[in-house]
């Protein structure tokens, strides 16, 4: 009986820093057990060998930010059985999604000295405004742990078990004193996707929601009490505008701030 064929994973970057690549590089002793379990047909940033598709795992980092990522990403899914995003750029644009509040055009002309060699969107955006993704990881970078088990669940075939309640309840698992109640700091926990372990806040720090809006975030009843903090429009507007600005939730919550704004 010939040996039977393990699954092809591919990893492809679009717009964006790495980081989440090198999350899964940063996997080191699992990786190996992963190596052995699949075949790494495409990544660019661990190998240069590349096997040609179709692949059965692709894993996505990054947003599109030109027609040739526009392009480009209908290619990878079509050549895809199981697609998943992984990280804050690729499931909601990214940092660079600030431009989509911003003239792009006037950006293009201040920061670049020849500025028609410059190819781009107007717009930073997720790869799942483009084409069907199958699951989403969120975070910036993403949580290794939760990349294992997303890619364990895949070869398994069975429903990741990602949890999408807030990082206020990892605080409470952890023990932490809640920084927003008992110190005042501004933290964006409340609203905010679980998964990192609620890292700042165990550092007495806000959380700046890097992984992203949790899947019920009351951000009316947040921004209500980061003003009664004494927060003032713009300051809770640049919370809402940082890894995730363009993710709805959180850009519908720095919209109404500015929109209330303007009518004072
Ligand atoms: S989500 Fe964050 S860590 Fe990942 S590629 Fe984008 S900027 Fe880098
Ligand atoms: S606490 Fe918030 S900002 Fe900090 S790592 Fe977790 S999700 Fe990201």
Do not use: W
């Not at 927003?180 to 700091?185: D, E, K, Y």
């Not at 720090?205 to 980061?226: A, D, K």
């Amino acid at each position: 009986m010939p040996p039977e064929r393990k699954p092809r994973v591919a990893v492809f970057k679009f717009a964006s820093c790495d980081g989440c690549q090198l999350s899964v590089l940063d996997c080191e002793d699992e990786l190996l057990a992963i190596a052995g379990a699949v075949d790494i047909a495409d990544f660019r940033e661990a190998s240069k060998a590349v096997l040609e598709g179709p692949y059965d795992l692709s894993l996505v980092e990054g947003s599109v930010t030109t027609e040739h990522d526009a392009a480009r990403i209908k290619e990878i899914r079509a050549q895809s059985k199981f697609l998943m995003t992984i990280g804050a750029c690729a499931t909601s644009g990214g940092i660079q999604a600030l431009r989509n509040f911003g003239n792009v055009e006037e950006y293009r002309k201040v920061v670049y000295a020849r500025p028609e060699y410059i190819s781009t969107l107007a717009t930073s955006t997720a790869i799942a405004d483009h084409i069907p993704v199958d699951f989403e990881l969120r975070g910036c970078p993403i949580s290794k742990f939760q990349l294992l088990e997303a890619i364990a669940s895949f070869l398994q075939g069975r429903a990741p078990n990602i949890p999408n309640e807030s990082v206020c309840n990892e605080c409470k698992r952890r023990g932490n004193i809640c920084v927003l109640v008992a110190h005042g700091t501004p933290c964006l926990g409340p609203v905010t996707q679980a998964g990192c372990g609620a890292i700042c806040p165990s550092f007495v720090r806000g959380c700046y929601g890097c992984f992203g809006p949790q899947v019920t975030p009351n951000t009316v009843s947040l921004i209500s009490e980061l003003k009664t903090l004494g927060m003032a429009p713009p300051a809770v507007q640049r919370l809402f505008r940082t890894f995730n600005a363009n993710a709805p939730a959180f850009r519908a919550a720095s919209e109404s701030v500015a929109a209330e704004e303007a009518r004072t």
